[in-house]
C-alpha cells in the first residue's frame, strides 16, 4: 500500500451507474489533499461527458484519473494482475448481483458500493464499505479518510477478507466442483 490511494471501477458509462457521484466525492477527497490514483475502465454513452467533467473537477487536484475505456475481461483481469488495486468502487443506483465486485474481491480487493440490489450479497462491512443510495458521494468520502488513517495491517486484513468471501461464496470454479461432488455422493447412496 502506498501513500496514493488506488482506486478501480469497472463499469458502463451511462446515467444508471453515476460516476459523476465518484468525481464529486473525489472532488471532496482532493479538497482534503488526498492522493488517489482513479482509473475507469468501461465505455458508453456518457463517456466524453464524464471525461469532461473530471477534468473540470480533478485537474491540478490531488486526485490522479485515467479512463481505459472497454476492455475485454481477461484485459480487466490483466490489469488487476498487473496493478496495484487498494480499492474498488461502484455507486451504481440500481444492480443486480454484479460481477465487477466478485471479480475485485477474487484479486483481494474491498468494495465500497451503494447499497442497492443483490450489492449487500457480496459487499459487507468485512470485505468493504455499504454506502446509501442517496448519500453514497459523501460516504464515500468518509470511507477514503478512514482508509488513508488506516495501518497497513488493517487493510490487508480487509483485503483478506474480501479475497476469503469471494473464494467461500463465488468462486465458481471451486463450488462447481463441490456441487458435482455432492452430486456423485448422492447417486452412490
Not at 500500500?1 to 458502463?12: A, G, P, T
Request: net charge negative; with cysteine.
Amino acid at each position: 500500500f502506498s501513500n496514493e490511494i488506488q482506486l478501480l471501477s469497472v463499469s458502463y458509462v451511462v446515467p444508471v451507474k453515476r460516476l459523476h457521484l465518484i468525481i464529486d466525492a473525489l472532488s471532496r477527497c482532493a479538497k482534503e489533499n488526498i492522493k488517489i490514483n482513479w482509473t475507469h475502465i468501461g465505455s458508453g454513452s456518457e463517456f466524453e461527458n464524464i471525461k469532461k467533467l473530471a477534468f473540470q473537477m480533478l485537474s491540478n487536484t490531488s486526485v490522479r484519473f485515467n479512463f481505459l475505456g472497454q476492455q475485454t475481461n481477461e484485459e480487466v483481469h490483466n490489469y488487476y494482475k498487473s496493478n496495484n488495486v487498494d480499492l474498488f468502487v461502484n455507486m451504481s443506483e440500481s444492480e443486480g448481483l454484479p460481477v465487477s465486485m466478485m471479480e475485485a474481491m477474487s484479486f483481494g480487493v474491498p468494495v465500497i458500493a451503494s447499497n442497492v440490489g443483490g450489492v449487500s450479497e457480496i459487499v459487507d462491512n468485512k470485505t468493504g464499505w455499504l454506502l446509501s443510495k442517496d448519500l453514497c458521494n459523501e460516504e464515500f468520502v468518509d470511507v477514503i479518510q478512514e482508509w488513508n488513517k488506516s495501518e497497513v495491517g488493517e487493510k490487508l486484513h480487509k483485503s483478506n477478507e474480501a479475497y476469503k468471501k469471494w473464494n467461500t461464496n463465488f468462486n465458481a470454479e471451486k463450488n462447481y466442483t463441490e456441487f458435482v461432488e455432492q452430486l456423485c455422493g448422492i447417486n452412490k447412496n
